[in-house]
């Protein structure tokens, strides 16, 4: 018999079956590494939206700024031809003119204007406050409140009519005639600066940017007229020039707020005598003005008060109410600043029925 054959026998031991983590975990983190980058594409959305929204407000106020300063601009240019031509500035608004070049810089600012009003401090006289409102010429429309369109929709060039929660913005500038101006009668110099071109004129006018409104609406309608004929300063007698400056100024801004006016007196110990005062005769002599004269005379009044300093004016009297500039203070006359003057006098000698008025040199006499 032949020898039995070996067979060598390789030993199958059973195995834990190995588990798939290995590849479970590379799932997980190809998940995990989606999820980061939609996360990050989502912060980067976020942070480009509002970069875009923040860089919309920057130049929808950038674009504010620039069209108020522009509106009162035209007011500055008129002041500074009056005061070549010899006439006290008094910045008055003009709608047509600041409008313009309110519209005019708006656009240039890559905006719309949308809204304009002008207010003052001088019962709503001079409208020398410009408030203006501006949107911007690209809006983002995702930014509105139904989110209705994609972030980078900025498909908007300022003629549509939805109104976005961005990209809009308003400001408030004022301009302000010189102090410290004199007139010689061959024109005026203000801070020791002769005025004799518009350059100079407009460097003595300033525009700026404030914060807040005036406290009165403008209304150019605000003065009822006596209707009696406008009078020169060659009709008041030698009345001296800051006092004429002012009775030319009072012409302009009030044109025929009184019946007729009367300046220099001969041998008068007051200010009549110097040719510093003119009284403005708002009913005939010994009358008593009707309500709405009476109303418009304190228009006048406070004007005058407000003005004061700049116009040269020392001090007016009005129905039993004197107000000095060396001794009152600024305000509303007659209920918060003047004191009683002429209470017993007829209505003539209590300036019941005229508005007496002293500018120039010195104090009020």
Request: with cysteine; hydrophobic share 40%; charged share 20%.
């Amino acid at each position: 018999m032949g020898q039995p054959r070996t067979f060598l026998h390789t030993e199958r031991r059973s195995r834990p079956r190995r588990l798939m983590g290995r590849d479970d975990d590379g799932q997980a983190g190809i998940l995990l590494l989606f999820a980061l980058t939609l996360a990050m594409l989502a912060l980067t959305v976020l942070f480009v939206r509002v970069g875009a929204a923040n860089d919309m407000r920057s130049q929808a106020q950038t674009a504010a700024d620039a069209t108020a300063l522009a509106a009162v601009g035209a007011i500055q240019d008129s002041a500074a031809e009056d005061l070549v031509n010899g006439v006290f500035p008094m910045p008055v608004f003009d709608e047509d003119a600041a409008r313009s070049r309110a519209e005019e810089y708006a656009r240039a600012n890559g905006a719309v204007l949308t809204d304009l009003r002008a207010s003052d401090n001088s019962l709503g006289r001079n409208g020398n406050i410009v408030r203006v409102e501006v949107r911007g010429a690209l809006c983002q429309k995702e930014l509105e409140e139904d989110g209705s369109r994609a972030w980078n929709d900025v498909v908007c060039d300022g003629e549509d009519e939805t109104a976005t929660t961005v990209g809009n913005a308003s400001a408030i500038a004022i301009v302000h005639g010189p102090t410290q101006c004199q007139n010689s009668g061959n024109g005026f110099s203000c801070e020791g600066n002769a005025i004799d071109d518009i350059a100079t004129a407009r460097n003595m006018i300033d525009v700026n940017l404030i914060d807040q409104e005036g406290e009165y609406a403008f209304n150019p309608k605000a003065v009822v007229f006596a209707g009696g004929a406008v009078t020169d300063c060659a009709s008041l007698g030698q009345v001296h020039p800051i006092m004429c400056s002012v009775h030319e100024i009072l012409n302009e801004e009030f044109g025929k707020f009184y019946l007729n006016a009367g300046g220099y007196r001969h041998l008068d110990p007051g200010d009549h005598g110097r040719g510093h005062a003119v009284d403005y005769m708002v009913t005939e002599i010994g009358g008593v003005p009707t309500d709405e004269m009476h109303q418009n005379a304190l228009v006048v009044a406070n004007w005058l008060i407000q003005n004061a300093s700049e116009l040269g004016v020392k001090g007016l009297i009005y129905n039993r109410t004197i107000w000095n500039i060396d001794v009152d203070s600024v305000g509303s006359f007659p209920d918060q600043v003047g004191r009683p003057h002429g209470t017993t006098a007829d209505n003539t000698q209590g300036h019941v029925d005229h508005i007496h008025v002293s500018a120039g040199p010195g104090r009020m006499l």
